[in-house]
């Protein structure tokens, strides 16, 4: 949707290349003068993917200048009837035949249509393409123009043709400046990533995308503003709806109180979904969430028991509701804290959940995260899907140095080699997210640009990021993903040594997962039937971002998971547009449909003694299946029932 910001046109002055041109064709855009700022450098890559957008000639701007005054001129009788946005797209919108006529221009060119998407204000069509289809649509050649000032390089044309009975309809063609991200990924990086058209301008008021929120993360419009008006064109102003939960707070207008983490998830999430609304639910009055040990929590009991009220009374694993000395209480007696009952099913859940936060699996009693995991299950039965980060630690945790709680170097077992899983991702039915990363000198142009995020402490993190991944201790190897994970033992054993087993379930409802017994003497270090994480991916380094006033470049799994959550929401957002239902839990439809993904075969999620597995072909324990294919999924979603 990076309309504004790339208005530089396709052409750029320098030679102009000697093409036959057939008759029927025109030079519409060519540049005269000679730039000593852009360098022309090799011929475009032909299979390079250009997000094209087209310009569409726009009517009635003749009259443009008296409609303005028809409501601003004091004497005028009509003065202060101001326009809807509506009226003024319909006032100015380019006629349905304009439109047909260039669409048609370019579905005979071998444009899928199928990828043509016309923008809500109706003035562009935009669509992604080769540099080889739009050579030949165009009858030009695309180079390589490098900025000799800042060394940034970007795909344009000295001139292009267009057939004569279409010049009329179109203001100018131009790709968008793509060559940065592999060192900053901005929306129009991830769209190309992924193929993510401009949301439609119709949205459905029951599908707004739910973020959860905790730990004193909060938002503020600041950030918000700045990071539309440099990234987007969406409205300054634009904000969440906030859902605060037992006295939690989502908002603040202190720019040095915002949280980078809740302004990285809209972030992400807005530009995907945006004019969708987005839902934040935020967790825990102000006492519990500054308290180090929500991190323990993250108050997802109490989240669940706000959106879910049958939580509040649900037994199982030998437990009855929340746990007390684990979960937050309500009325909560200490001073400043939230004074109300607990809130039982008084928020609509939405239709996905992002959650950008976790813990290990080690950390957590057995009885209380498989209760909870069977709530998320009974929310997918009600076509909720629940997403979430699969943490940025590879198979550990942070080392204790770097606030890490397991063995010195963030894995288990008194070796501190074990690999010690995250949680809640552990739970099968909930959709983990792991990362990945373009590496520099790659290309979103390139057929597969992503690898697996590694990044060694100090480049540029304090500590080392890589993405969280391996085999569940807690639950065994859920029926949709047995064969992708027996091909990736079949055909990619990792060769490291292993132990089988699974914690048991225990009357004692704060027994913890003791994973050095399961290991016992084997010398293993992971669990060769546990449940595998995580299930996907989606890019999460070197995040365009501006949090507490100022822009900064943030990595995480955080990042993928509202990238990967927002597409999600797209697709329901088309499904309930044609009487269909939401995707639901999402899981089984993606390990049997595979090729909706775009599979990450390279890099690793190497932590504690440097050990840890490898992206590879097909499903595997640092990538997942792999990043999103947009207009795959959403054809797969909507083929079925
Ligand atoms: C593209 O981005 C690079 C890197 O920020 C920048 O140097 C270059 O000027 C940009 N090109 C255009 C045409 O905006
Ligand atoms: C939107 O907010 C940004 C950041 O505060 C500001 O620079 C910009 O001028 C604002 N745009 C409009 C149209 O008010
Ligand atoms: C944001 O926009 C402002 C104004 O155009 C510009 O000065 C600044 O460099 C931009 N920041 C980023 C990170 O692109
Ligand atoms: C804003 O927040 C900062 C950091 O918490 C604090 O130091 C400052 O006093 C606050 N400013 C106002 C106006 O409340
Ligand atoms: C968390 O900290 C608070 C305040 O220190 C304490 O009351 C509560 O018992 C702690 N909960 C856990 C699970 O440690
Ligand atoms: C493959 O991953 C490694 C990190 O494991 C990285 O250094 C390398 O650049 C990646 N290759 C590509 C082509 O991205
Ligand atoms: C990063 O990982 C390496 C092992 O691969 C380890 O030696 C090093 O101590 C780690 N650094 C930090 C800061 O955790």
């Given at each position: 949707m990076l309309w504004n910001s790339f208005v530089v046109a396709a052409a750029f002055a320098g030679t102009v290349t000697a093409l036959a041109v057939p008759e029927t064709h025109i030079v519409h855009e060519k540049r005269d003068y000679t730039s000593r700022r852009w360098a022309k450098r090799d011929r475009a890559k032909p299979h390079a993917r250009l997000p094209v957008r087209i310009g569409l000639a726009q009517n009635n701007l003749d009259k443009a200048h008296d409609y303005l005054m028809d409501v601003s001129h004091p004497t005028s009788p009509n003065y202060g009837k101001h326009w809807t946005s509506e009226e003024v797209i319909e006032a100015f919108k380019p006629s349905d035949d304009a439109v047909q006529t260039v669409r048609q221009w370019l579905v005979d060119a071998?444009?899928?249509?199928?990828?043509?998407?016309?923008?809500?204000?109706?003035?562009?069509?935009?669509?992604?393409a080769s540099t080889k289809q739009m050579e030949s649509l165009l009858h030009t050649e695309y180079h390589e123009y490098e900025d000799i000032k800042t060394g940034g390089v970007m795909p344009a044309c000295d001139q292009y043709h267009v057939p004569k009975h279409i010049q009329q309809h179109i203001d100018y063609i131009t790709p968008a400046n793509l060559s940065i991200c592999d060192k900053e990924i901005t929306p129009a990086c991830v769209a190309a990533l992924y193929k993510?058209?401009?949301?439609?301008?119709?949205?459905?008021?029951?599908?707004?995308?739910?973020?959860?929120?905790?730990?004193l993360?909060?938002?503020?419009?600041?950030?918000?503003?700045?990071?539309?008006?440099?990234?987007?064109?969406?409205?300054?102003g634009t904000h969440p709806i906030d859902y605060n939960i037992d006295g939690a707070v989502s908002k603040t207008t202190n720019v040095s109180e915002a949280g980078v983490e809740a302004m990285l998830d809209l972030e992400l999430a807005y530009p995907i979904v945006y004019p969708q609304t987005i839902s934040i639910f935020n967790e825990d009055d102000l006492f519990y969430q500054a308290q180090a040990n929500q991190t323990y929590n993250y108050g997802y009991n109490t989240f669940l028991d706000a959106i879910d009220g049958s939580y509040c009374t649900y037994s199982a694993y030998g437990e009855t509701g929340d746990l007390p000395n684990v979960d937050p209480?309500?009325?909560?007696?200490?001073?400043?804290?939230?004074?109300?009952?607990?809130?039982?099913?008084?928020?609509?859940?939405?239709?996905?959940?992002?959650?950008?936060?976790?813990?290990?699996?080690?950390?957590?009693?057995?009885?209380?995260?498989?209760?909870?995991?069977?709530?998320?299950l009974k929310l997918g039965l009600q076509g909720i899907s629940f997403i979430f980060?699969?943490?940025?630690?590879?198979?550990?945790?942070?080392?204790?140095?770097?606030?890490?709680?397991?063995?010195?170097?963030?894995?288990?077992?008194?070796?501190?080699?074990?690999?010690?899983?995250?949680?809640?991702?552990?739970c099968p039915y909930v959709t983990s997210v792991g990362a990945t990363k373009v590496y520099p000198g790659s290309s979103v142009f390139d057929a597969q640009p992503e690898s697996a995020v590694y990044d060694p402490a100090g480049h540029p993190y304090?500590?080392?990021?890589?993405?969280?991944?391996?085999?569940?201790?807690?639950?065994?190897?859920?029926?949709?993903?047995?064969?992708?994970?027996?091909?990736?033992?079949?055909?990619?054993?990792p060769g490291l040594p292993y132990y089988s087993g699974l914690a048991k379930d225990s009357s004692d409802v704060y027994a913890h997962p003791d994973v050095a017994a399961l290991a016992g003497s084997s010398g293993g270090i992971y669990n060769r039937i546990g449940r595998g994480i995580p299930d996907v991916a989606a890019n999460g380094d070197n995040i365009a971002t501006y949090a507490l006033g100022s822009f900064a470049l943030?990595?995480?799994?955080?990042?993928?998971?509202?990238?990967?959550?927002?597409?999600?929401?797209?697709?329901?957002?088309?499904?309930?547009?044609?009487?269909?239902?939401?995707?639901?839990?999402?899981?089984?439809?993606?390990?049997?449909?595979?090729?909706?993904?775009?599979?990450i075969v390279n890099g690793t999620n190497k932590a504690c003694q440097g050990e840890g597995f490898n992206a590879v072909k097909g499903w595997d324990p640092v990538t997942g299946l792999g990043t999103p294919n947009y207009p795959k999924m959403l054809e797969l979603f909507l083929s079925l029932p």
């Open positions: 071998g444009i899928s249509v199928k990828e043509i998407v016309h923008s809500d204000n109706k003035q562009w069509l935009a669509f992604d993510i058209p401009p949301a439609p301008r119709d949205v459905v008021k029951s599908n707004s995308m739910g973020i959860f929120e905790a730990e993360q909060f938002w503020d419009q600041v950030d918000l503003d700045k990071f539309f008006t440099n990234f987007t064109n969406i409205p300054n209480t309500y009325p909560d007696p200490n001073l400043g804290g939230y004074k109300g009952q607990l809130q039982c099913g008084i928020y609509k859940p939405t239709n996905v959940f992002s959650f950008s936060y976790g813990g290990q699996e080690a950390d957590i009693p057995v009885s209380y995260q498989k209760r909870q995991c069977n709530e998320y980060a699969s943490g940025d630690s590879g198979v550990g945790n942070a080392p204790v140095a770097l606030g890490g709680d397991n063995g010195p170097s963030g894995c288990l077992g008194p070796n501190d080699d074990i690999f010690n899983p995250t949680w809640p991702v552990n304090q500590s080392n990021y890589s993405s969280g991944g391996g085999f569940s201790n807690v639950y065994g190897i859920p029926s949709f993903q047995k064969s992708a994970v027996a091909t990736y033992f079949a055909d990619h054993d943030h990595g995480g799994t955080s990042a993928s998971t509202p990238i990967f959550s927002a597409i999600i929401n797209r697709i329901n957002e088309e499904r309930l547009k044609r009487g269909k239902k939401t995707v639901g839990f999402l899981n089984p439809t993606l390990y049997a449909h595979p090729e909706v993904l775009n599979d």
